[in-house]
């Protein structure tokens, strides 16, 4: 190979390279689960590319937004309504309206979803939270109020999402990080309140045991009336069955078996039946 045809084929080899590079700058692949936002620095947004591979212009530049659910989290911190101001993480699950994405790229700019989170999206979560931890005390958002406020805070903050174009869902709000003497405080509350749960349900029980007792004594009471209503019945049925004539049967019929008994000198004697 001469000195020119090396030359030669080192400049297609080049001229190739550059092409390649030249036709990639002008190809943008949105990934699933995306669509991307066409704009130019001059122009603003041109248009809303579906996932797949696009060519776009050689000036031009796109942004993603997410259409399918992603989660985000984050921390906020608000203050309860007696006072105590706590830091607690929240997550969410968050996704774009397709038909919004151009509104929202006028609005927000060449923001990217990191950008918007901890800008657009966090004054919504704060402003969320806030307004409903405050209608909550600490201990209420340490324990058991905790699925009820973090329900919310998802109507509030989906609320004044939606109208940009944000779908957002199940706000989740996490156990509050708490001084030490404030934990130390609600340990204290939560133990009191166990010991009167304890005492409530053995005082509970022994009111069911009480009464169980009770219907057992009733029940046998009961069951003696019955059975004495039922002999002074069967009683009074013998009394009225006994009548003159009956015993006079029943003399009579006792002599033909065993014969007569007769007093002589104080003594009884049989005249037994031959």
Known sequence: ?????LAKLIT???????GIVVLFSFVEKVPEGKVAVVYSPSGGAKEVLNPGWHFIGLFEKTQEYPTRVTILKDKVTVTTNDGKSITMPASYEMKVDRAKVLDIFKELGSQNIEQIQEGYLYQKLFRASRSTVSNYSVLDIYGTKTTEASAKVTELMAKESEGLGFIVTNVTLGTPELDKD????INARVQAAQANELKRQELENERIEAEKKEVIANGEAQKKL???EAEKKSNELIEKSITPELLKLREME????HGWITIQGGTPVVDAKE
Do not use: F, P
């Open 254 to 257: 006792a002599r033909m078996k």
């Open 226 to 228: 019955i059975a004495a």
């Open 182 to 185: 404030t934990e130390a405080a």
């Open 12 to 18: 297609l080899g080049v001229s190739v390279l550059i």
């Open 1 to 5: 190979m001469t000195g020119k045809s």
